[in-house]
């Protein structure tokens, strides 16, 4: 059975006491700060926005992922890694929900590491649209996101070119 990321567990250290609550069919508590939890990340997220939970696992995994990504990346003349499915709104909420919590430090070295990361494969996804057509296999690395930004770019330079170039040769 499919399941998204949002249905996945991870574990979550209570900062505050909760009573019994029933969310979606899953029963929780009552539970003591410092109690560990297995929970679905979207319950996991409602309870750290709300104060009620820190979960070090989403960080530490991202911060770590992050970190191989941007290496990768860097290391590499061409896009040779696909980035797991919804990993640029995972990074981004994960920001601000540290933000938001008060978490401002591990909040900014993520930024950091993520913004180093989008930099770096923005500027391969350009590159591609300035170049021929990529195959298949080059475009399947793409997330979402960057499939727009190559083809809204790979569109601009082509009507670009076409005003350019004489007998309108862009394509």
Known sequence: ?????EDTEIEVV??????RLEVA????GPAEPGAKLKLRRWIAAILEREGYAK????????????STFVWRVTNSPHLTQK???????QVRETVERLS???REKEAEQLLRSFKDLVMVRARKVILLALGPEPSYSVLDKLSPEEKALYEASRSLIREWLAQILPGGRGA
């Open 1 to 5: 059975m499919f399941r998204s990321f």
């Open 25 to 28: 069919g899953t029963v929780l």
């Open 14 to 19: 209570l900062t505050r006491r909760i009573p």
């Open 55 to 66: 979960s070090s696992e989403r960080v530490r995994d991202l911060a770590k992922a992050l």
């Open 83 to 89: 980035l797991p499915e919804d990993f640029y709104r």
């Open 100 to 102: 938001s919590s008060g």
